[in-house]
């Protein structure tokens, strides 16, 4: 794992005529991936390594200025994914919920600004004291059913996140897809979606059966991979496995959500000191190349 | 937190005629709440609060001489509720197969020798290298077809217990209760049955349903307790949090078993580093009064 970035990426040849090869057409690069390269940084190694796609996040994004962002990716060619994320939407107070619905508003604005048609939502934990999830999940079907169509307005589409269980009190109460789904489901699809991720799923033996259910109703808006490794760090936020690392088989969840229809690009999201301590350009021709392994093209 | 022994804990007056008060009846404490106590110390701390109920654990009990550790138990008039831990029942190397079961009949065997009639079962993580779920479920499922018979004539039932999804890979592949139930349906409830952790469980909205089928199958073998608190500690192991402290409503689960028919001992277990530097008969006083408080009689 200290792949210089000199090193070849299999797949990874740009022919300026036809694009990126096969092994890396679907490749996404989630920002977060690399949070260490600043947004010029990253583009660069995208146009260097031949990656076609990345996810963004808004912070960085704002940081740099949403127009400056939106120019700078579009004139290098890059498909912008998604943009991550909106969400937090379990509060009870009044004020913080419409303060939670106004910024989730400008996060459709910037997606449909940054040129994606994808806004990924984590939808926030319990509120400090609360005991309670099901009224929780169903504040965030309140919040939908305000924010979808304003979505919908600017060519967005809202696509819930279940995270794995261990984050449902400070994260995010939908821990499965089917509960993604159950609140999706309220709303078209056009709307609202869920973003399937093998991190926060590939526990769960009814997943496979959920992934056909989102594809059948085209809810699959977005589809992430990392790979589980233990132990997990303190917080276990940033403890995401690079691909092949762990216990997860990339080309299995590949075949489940391309059996239920998905052929959109594929995201790699990892959350992981140890590669935000690396290099971020020999960070991505390392995930870049683990793509390639582990993911059909 | 830092309740004295001698405070008083409601519910605890122990009467030498009927027993303990109505609070603390159903109360047990599993031994890993209080390791820092020596098996005696623990049932002398349980006779001066009134405790009814323990759950003892295989490597302290095999220390101390399981024939020694029955009877000190039973001369302090102590129900054992459980031994933890029977499983890891996920190897494919047949010599580690072999050694599983046989260490297995040695619990069942000192299940029996200490009078309880649950052992509680954590099935096992991934094998080295491996990437396969379903095959390490299905091998507990062979383990259990052997285990099974062998538990019913030395009256003890076994108890799957699904651990949270975050131990899916390096501790127990059974994440679920359905999943649970999925193997434990496969043989007689007097053999087969499931532990229900509140810690565990929590965050599943299908658990409730999952509880009331395995009511109506005599499957719910025992009912333990623990908060859910974060941040968690790394590895995740031992930062289950004391009752009240968290975000489970103790109550709601309670009624979820009462529904299904459960009326057995409840059992807290803590893995808690903050709690095991403490003087553990405080902390069992604490745990007994933080019991009557999350708990209805």
């Given at each position: 794992?200290?792949?210089?970035?000199?090193?070849?990426?299999?797949?990874?040849?740009?022919?300026?005529?036809?694009?990126?090869?096969?092994?890396?057409?679907?490749?996404?690069i989630n920002q977060m991936t690399v949070r260490?390269?600043?947004?010029?940084?990253?583009?660069?190694?995208?146009?260097?390594?031949?990656?076609?796609?990345?996810g963004?996040?808004?912070?960085?994004?704002?940081?740099?200025?949403?127009?400056?962002?939106?120019?700078?990716?579009?004139?290098?060619?890059?498909?912008?994914?998604?943009?991550?994320?909106?969400?937090?939407?379990?509060?009870?107070?009044?004020?913080?919920?419409?303060?939670?619905?106004?910024?989730?508003?400008?996060?459709?604005?910037?997606?449909?600004?940054?040129?994606?048609?994808?806004?990924?939502?984590?939808?926030?934990?319990?509120?400090?004291?609360?005991?309670?999830?099901?009224?929780?999940?169903?504040?965030?079907?309140?919040?939908?059913?305000?924010?979808?169509?304003?979505?919908?307005?600017?060519?967005?589409?809202?696509?819930?996140?279940?995270?794995?269980?261990?984050?449902?009190?400070?994260?995010?109460?939908?821990?499965?897809?089917?509960?993604?789904?159950?609140?999706?489901?309220?709303?078209?699809?056009?709307?609202?979606?869920?973003?399937?991720?093998?991190?926060?799923?590939?526990?769960?033996?009814?997943?496979?059966?959920?992934?056909?259910?989102?594809?059948?109703?085209?809810?699959?808006?977005?589809?992430?991979?990392a790979?589980?490794?233990?132990?997990?760090?303190?917080?276990?936020?940033?403890?995401r496995?690079?691909?092949?690392?762990?216990?997860?088989?990339?080309?299995?969840?590949?075949?489940?959500?391309?059996?239920?229809?998905?052929?959109?690009?594929?995201?790699v999201e990892l959350f992981n000191?140890?590669l935000w301590?690396?290099?971020?350009?020999?960070v991505l021709?390392?995930t870049?190349?683990?793509?390639?392994?582990?993911?059909?093209?």
């Amino acid at each position: 794992m200290t792949d210089a970035v000199t090193e070849p990426v299999a797949g990874s040849a740009t022919d300026p005529v036809t694009g990126p090869a096969d092994g890396l057409a679907r490749f996404s690069i989630n920002q977060m991936t690399v949070r260490q390269l600043s947004l010029p940084e990253l583009v660069d190694a995208c146009r260097d390594l031949g990656v076609p796609g990345v996810g963004l996040w808004r912070e960085p994004v704002q940081a740099y200025g949403v127009g400056a962002a939106a120019k700078l990716v579009r004139d290098a060619g890059l498909t912008v994914t998604t943009l991550c994320r909106g969400g937090f939407l379990t509060a009870v107070d009044p004020a913080e919920r419409a303060a939670a619905l106004a910024d989730n508003r400008r996060a459709v604005d910037e997606a449909a600004a940054l040129g994606t048609d994808t806004l990924v939502l984590v939808s926030g934990g319990l509120p400090a004291g609360s005991k309670d999830l099901r009224g929780a999940r169903e504040r965030i079907a309140d919040a939908l059913a305000e924010l979808g169509p304003y979505a919908e307005e600017h060519g967005v589409r809202l696509a819930i996140e279940p995270l794995h269980p261990m984050f449902a009190s400070d994260r995010c109460v939908v821990s499965t897809l089917a509960q993604a789904l159950d609140l999706a489901e309220r709303f078209p699809a056009r709307q609202v979606g869920v973003t399937v991720d093998t991190y926060h799923v590939w526990w769960d033996d009814t997943a496979p059966a959920q992934i056909a259910r989102a594809g059948a109703q085209d809810r699959i808006h977005t589809f992430q991979l990392a790979d589980w490794t233990t132990p997990l760090p303190e917080g276990v936020l940033n403890g995401r496995g690079q691909l092949g690392d762990g216990s997860i088989d990339m080309r299995e969840w590949q075949g489940y959500v391309e059996a239920a229809g998905y052929t959109g690009p594929i995201e790699v999201e990892l959350f992981n000191d140890a590669l935000w301590a690396r290099d971020g350009r020999e960070v991505l021709a390392e995930t870049a190349r683990r793509f390639t392994e582990n993911v059909r093209p």
